[in-house]
């Protein structure tokens, strides 16, 4: 998209390259059915968006976000398990299938955790479902944790090496966005 304009169409082609002076349109299930029908290669397209909570009441929050992490869904809130899929309408099976998984999670110390756990290797690792990821964090001293993108995309690096097995044959999986951890300046 370009200008609110459909420049290229791709179904089912993965990923997408975005232009660095537009947008790229992703759809899946009935809205991809929709956007199959009535979006053409120069079709005029204008959108309105708005975020809101899974947790009614909770909409007045949304205005004073600075920043998002795209992920899910939520794993432990107060230090209980606490699994959103059904609230944020995944998948069917997305949480309850072995998957390679990736969180980050907030110990009571308030330090951070990033947790990969490698999947859909035989002999190697099944993966996780997210109740098993979930307990796990607890067992490391989460209280509040969420899912991160996972799959094929569940890659550690530390120290520019990669310390987890990529599930995709190729590796490694370019990807648009990842949490990037520093060390202080002194």
């Known amino acids: 998209m370009r200008r609110n304009r459909v420049t290229t169409i791709g179904d089912l ?16 299930g009935r ?3 929709w956007v199959k029908i009535h979006v053409r290669k120069g ?16 909409d007045a929050n949304w ?17 209980k398990i606490a699994i959103t899929d059904k ?41 996780m479902t997210l109740e098993m990821l979930a307990e796990l964090l607890l067992e490391f001293g989460a209280i509040e944790a969420m899912n991160l993108d996972g ?10 090496k990669i310390v987890n097995r990529p599930s995709d044959q190729t590796g490694e999986r370019p990807v648009s966005d990842a949490v990037l951890i520093f060390p202080k300046p002194n």
């Open 87 to 127: 609230q944020e309408k995944m998948a069917a099976g997305f949480a309850t299938e072995g998957r390679p998984r990736t969180a980050i999670a907030k110990l009571e110390s308030g330090r951070i955790l990033l947790v990969t756990v490698d999947g859909r290797q035989p002999g190697i690792s099944a993966g």
């Open 63 to 79: 205005l004073r976000v600075y920043s998002i992490l795209g992920g899910g869904p939520q794993l432990i809130k107060a230090g």
């Open 43 to 58: 079709s005029k397209v204008n959108f309105k968006w708005q975020l809101s909570s899974i947790e009614p009441g909770n």
């Open 31 to 33: 809205p991809r059915e």
């Open 151 to 160: 799959g094929g995309s569940t890659t550690m690096v530390v120290h520019n």
């Open 13 to 28: 082609k993965g990923s997408s390259d975005f232009p660095a002076d537009g947008y790229v349109i992703s759809a899946v």
